[in-house]
Every structure is written in C-alpha cells, then in structure tokens.
RNA sequence: GGUCUCGUAGCUCAGCUGGAUAGAGCAGCAGCCUUCUAAGCUGCGGGUCGCAGGUUCGAAUCCUGCCGGGAUCACCA
C-alpha cells in the first residue's frame, strides 16, 4: 500500500529531476532492512545506467525532492545506493485512528456471485486419515477461508472415494474374515475397522503372491493371478453391475466409514458445503468418453477398452475404460468435474490434492479440453507436498502411517500435560479445561503443518512431539490470551481522558514497528490468495505475535502515565489481539481467551 | 530413461517475482518472574545457501551442467 504510494512518487521525481519515463517496477520500492534507519527503501542501482549518475547523487537528488515534496517524508538517507526513507509519524497515526476499531480489518465481504469450488480432503472409504490427509484438509480449508477472506464466494466440496477396487477388497476380507463384526461390537471407529479388514486383505493376498512366487511364478503373474484379486475384481464387476446384496455390503461398510470421517472432521474443524460421492458421478464419466467415442476423438481396441491419444500434446496413450467395461480413476473425475462445473459455472475449479498426482491433473485438463470443454482452463491442481516421516515416506502397507485421530489425540493429551504443568488452570471449569486442551493441541498441530509452504514436502518425527514454545501455535494462542487479560484489566481500571482517543505525542519505536506490521495484514491476506499459500499468514502472524511480546516485555501498558498513552497502548494491543485473531482465522485456528 | 520437483545452521523451516552484514524456532550454554499471563523476554555459540560455471553494478534467488533425494510415466486410486 504504503510502498506504492512512494513508488508513484518517486517515478514522478524521477520524471521532474532527470525528465526520465520510468516503468513502474515494484523492486524499486521495498522496506527497509531492520538494522537501517528508515521505513522504506528505494534502490537506485537500476537508475544509473539509466541516468548516467552516481548512486550517490541520484539518492540525494531524489531524497531532497520527496522531502519537499512528497507529505509522506520525514527524513531520509542515502547509504550506498539506497535512499532510506522514514515516514512521517501523522501516517502510522492516521492509519491507526482510523483502522484500529475495525473488526473485520483486512476482510473483503463477498463481492461477486460467481464461486469458487475448491475440493479438499476426498478420502477414500477403505482406510482411515492419516497426518497426509491432515496436511490436505487444513491446506483446503484454511485456503477457503483465505480466498473468502478475499471477497471469493467460495464453495467448499469434497469427493468421497467410495467405490473402486480397494473398495472391494475392504468388502471381501470382512465377508471372508470378519464374523459379522461392527464398530459397535468391536468397539472401534467405522474407517477403522474398515481399514482393517483392508490391511487383512494386503496381508492374504501378498501371502498368495508368496506362494505362487515360491512354486516358480514370476512376481509380476502372481500378482495378476493371486485368487484374492480376483474375487476382488469380480466383486467389483458385480458391483458395478448393481448386484443388490454386493450394493448392500457396500452401504452398510461405506456408512461406517462416513461416520468415522465426520467425527475425524468434527476434531479436526474442518467442514465441506457439498459432498461428491464418485459412486455418483462414474456414470457420468463414462457418458464423456461415449460422446468422446462417438465424435472420433476417443479410440476403442479391439480388446474393448478405450483410451485417448494424448501424444499430440507430449503424454502418452491414456486408457478410460477397462477392456471389461468398468471404469478407472480418470473417468470419474471426468464426471466429476463436468458435474461441478454444470452445478456451480464457477470461475475457479480448484483441487487441493497431493503433487504425486500432477500427471493426473495435466491429462484430466487436457481431456477435457479435447472433449470441448473450454472451461478446464479454470482448473487450478493445487498440489501439495508429501508428508514423510524420518525414515522416509509413510507406507500404509507397511503399517508406518501416521494416523489422525491418534495424532489429535495425543496433541490433546499434551496440551493437557502442558498446561496442568504451567498450573494454569486452577479456576477453570471442567468444561472450559477440556476446550482449552483441544484448541491448544490443535493450533501446535495445525500450525506447525501451515507454517510450512505447501509446495514442499514436510518431515515429520513422531518421536519429538511438536512444540508448543517459540514459533509454534500455542505461541501465538498465548500472545491473544495475554492480550485479552490486559484488556481485561483494562475494563476495570478509569484513567482521564478514556472517551478520546488522541495521537498527540511522539510514539516510540516499537509502537510505530507494531503499527506498521498491522498496516501490512491485508496485503499479506492478498498475497496469501494470490500464491495460494496459508504460509504466508502462518509467517506473518508469527512476527507481529513476537513483535507484540517484545513491546509487552519492554513497555508498561496500563501503568505508562500519560492517559493519553495509556489510552493508545491499550487499542493499540486490542488492534493487535484483532489481526492475531482474524489471522488465525484463517488458518483454521481458534483463540482462547485465557491459558 | 523422459518429465516434474527439492537440496539453506545439529534438527524443523523462512527468505527465492535478483539488492545492504543469509533469518527464525528447536536443541546447547548464560541471564530475567515483590511490577499488565515466564506457553514470555534478553544474550552467546552454530552457515563454502549441494558442487561447478554463466548472466549482472549486485546471485541463496535467474540460466546451464553435474551430484544427491523424492514424485510420476499402471486395465491402482
């Protein structure tokens, strides 16, 4: 904001002094380093070519003249080829005055009605979340959050992976295996236990491919002929063909599934406004390749099946539907996505889905596009990084995953420890107590995944628990907690002058530092939309947290003096108790009050 | 092998649309609670930004090559 204004300014000087034309080059503006005096920065370096000055005398040149002329300057100096300039305090305190009782500061309200879809989460039912689905569900809702916090009219949807072969295999080994057990009897969450008889069905059939192996097969042929895939294949095949007691299974172990998944979202926060189920949309699909088919654009072989010839555009032959009729991955995002974009005609389709699936995506937007959907160039695959352990990737197979109730668990039970440590919460109630161990456990969870820039894989060791002290989380919960008992305290107390807010004295400069942090909130929401990254908030609302606890620590709030100071420090951190909360908002992290 | 991606302190990460002496946290060491919440604050130690070239007044950042890790190229999803 600030840094534009100044950018205008100084083109126009440089067109006054030097008669120049300047591009509007937003490098030449930036702030200003913290061990310089000054506020902002303009770098002359690009100028002297231009020019055909020094450094030196373009900066001074340039500095006398916004001094003179500009009502931002202050003061200024020139360093080595930058001109340091510092802002007149009458802008920080503008800004103040006329921001700091606004609630929603750096919040757009929705402005248009054309939405954006972003899909998140999109679970398969044979298997329980795991810490990667954490990262996924908390990258798509706090995104949500941001784009809306932007003026985006966002629809947050999610597609459940509810048929396919890995359905099957969950079905069969519970069929085969399981005598009639349920999550009530064995008293275990539905995904749960569905996952499972899942691992049991792994189990089997790599046994199977043992053998065969063993009595001489090779391991590619004894995966293909093990008996359990097959039994899982034409279970799949009966599904498809609606067989009414195989429909009946699946129901019954998909309702498990969905109620194990709710409450994974109820304790994790996270909500969609529409659920897809795949089982709906496939058809859907197959009736994109059969109009593809029809106008030549798609090829049938002899075997039956169908594939895209995608070699034109650098990929390779692409197959759409199984030799044996049924449909793949691919086909039903076909349906999927056609059936979203017949729903909502958004601006913006987004899919919140892992960067293993970049290949996918490209191949999703380029069929589409050969079936004469325009539209698939607002597709937008935001993909993000893996998260591994120490020892490398999670192996579901292997039993090395990180599961997510478990993990919230246990972030819940050290939230406890923690805090029954620090002693607390003597006056808190039962009920209060326990709220207070979740929304801590979950903000040192949830940050320390947002921190990190989506884009890159993440390690994650279970045996260091995450912190809950410096850049975490409970750290910035801590710093709005604190801030809310000044301002508690602030209630009870009467100082003169408490009606009128007025700036008429020098601030210092940790007052001035703190104003311009949250003068900078809103371009950071922006930036945060613009690169689809929570990170950008996560990094920004840890600094002005920090900031604050400096000022804190070094400066008297309710005991300065002056009324008029008091008066000020104390909006001064409500504004700031403001912005953390809204900030975390955004990442989908709650404030307490007190902890 | 093709394509994509990552490599920054002991560990986890910022910085990457080129700008000043590369930053945080954790871990380690040393301090600060009769004063608004010490889940805090202050200080110290810790770096050939994978390597080598190039472009530039200026490179962790851009380009090329190499080394190392990961992903992907399925009649899996």
Not at 223 to 240: F, H, N
Not at 430 to 449: P, T, W
Not at 580 to 590: D, P, R, S, W, Y
């Amino acid at each position: 904001m600030l840094d534009h204004i100044l950018l205008e300014q100084t083109i126009l000087a440089v067109k006054e002094i030097f008669g120049v034309d300047l591009e509007p080059d937003t490098n030449l503006v930036q702030k200003t380093r913290k061990e310089f005096d000054g506020d902002l920065t303009i770098v002359v370096f690009p100028l002297t070519k231009l020019l055909r000055r020094s450094p030196q005398s373009i900066g001074e040149e340039l500095g006398q003249y916004l001094l003179s002329t500009s009502g931002l300057v202050q003061a200024y100096q020139v360093v080595s080829g930058y001109v340091n300039i510092t802002v007149r305090q009458s802008y920080w305190k503008d800004f103040f005055i006329r921001d700091h009782g606004n609630v929603s500061f750096g919040v757009h309200k929705i402005t248009t009605d054309e939405p954006v879809v972003i899909e998140y989460s999109s679970p398969n039912t044979n298997k329980p979340l795991h810490l990667g689905h954490i990262r996924n569900n908390l990258i798509g809702f706090s995104l949500a959050r941001i784009l809306n916090a932007c003026g985006e009219n966002v629809v947050k949807v999610n597609l459940v992976n509810d048929r396919g072969i890995h359905i099957c295999k969950s079905m069969l080994a519970w069929r085969k295996w399981s005598r009639g057990e349920t999550p009530e009897s064995a008293h275990l969450k539905g995904d749960h236990l569905i996952g499972k008889y899942y691992v049991l069905f792994e189990n089997k059939y790599r046994e199977q491919v043992k053998e065969l192996v063993g009595s001489g097969m090779t391991e590619e042929d004894a995966l293909r002929q093990a008996p359990l895939i097959g039994e899982a294949q034409r279970l799949l095949k009966k599904w498809e063909d609606k067989d009414p007691e195989t429909r009946a299974l699946w129901h019954r172990m998909n309702q498990w599934a969905y109620d194990g998944f709710d409450e994974t979202y109820r304790q994790m926060g996270v909500d969609f406004d529409r659920i897809y189920y795949e089982s709906g949309t496939y058809l859907l699909g197959k009736q994109l390749v059969e109009e593809g088919l029809k106008q030549g654009l798609l090829q049938r072989k002899e075997d039956g099946s169908v594939w895209a010839d995608l070699t034109d555009e650098g990929l390779d032959w692409k197959l759409l539907i199984r030799s044996d009729g049924t449909s793949v991955y691919i086909t039903q995002d076909l349906g999927t996505a056609q059936l979203r974009y017949d729903e909502y005609h958004p601006k913006k389709l987004v899919y919140v889905v892992g960067n293993e699936q970049i290949y996918h995506f490209d191949v999703l937007k380029l069929l589409l596009k050969k079936l004469g959907r325009d539209w698939s160039d607002n597709i937008y695959h935001l993909s993000y990084g893996m998260v591994e352990l120490p020892e490398g990737k999670m192996k579901s197979r292997e039993g090395k995953v990180v599961d997510a109730d478990d993990l919230m668990q246990e972030m819940f039970v050290t939230a406890e420890k923690m805090t029954r440590e620090l002693g607390k919460m003597e006056d808190f109630s039962e009920a209060e107590a326990s709220a207070l161990f979740r929304q801590v456990g979950l903000a040192a969870l949830k940050y320390f995944i947002l921190k990190v820039d989506p884009m890159k894989t993440m390690v994650f060791n279970p045996e260091e628990s995450i912190d809950f002290n410096g850049n975490t989380g409970p750290f910035i919960q801590y710093t709005y907690a604190r801030i809310q008992s000044v301002l508690r305290k602030a209630a009870e107390v009467n100082f003169p002058g408490q009606d009128s807010l007025s700036l008429d004295f020098e601030l210092i400069p940790k007052e001035i530092s703190l104003i311009k942090l949250l003068a900078d909130f809103p371009d950071v929401v922006k930036e945060a939309e613009a690169m689809y990254n929570p990170s950008v908030v996560a990094a920004y609302v840890y600094v002005l947290a920090k900031e604050y606890n400096q000022f804190y620590h070094d400066h008297s709030i309710l005991k300065a003096g002056d009324p008029h100071i008091v008066h000020f420090r104390i909006e001064l951190s409500r504004f700031v108790g403001n912005v953390i909360n809204t900030a975390m908002g955004l990442l989908g992290i709650e404030v307490p009050e007190r902890m």
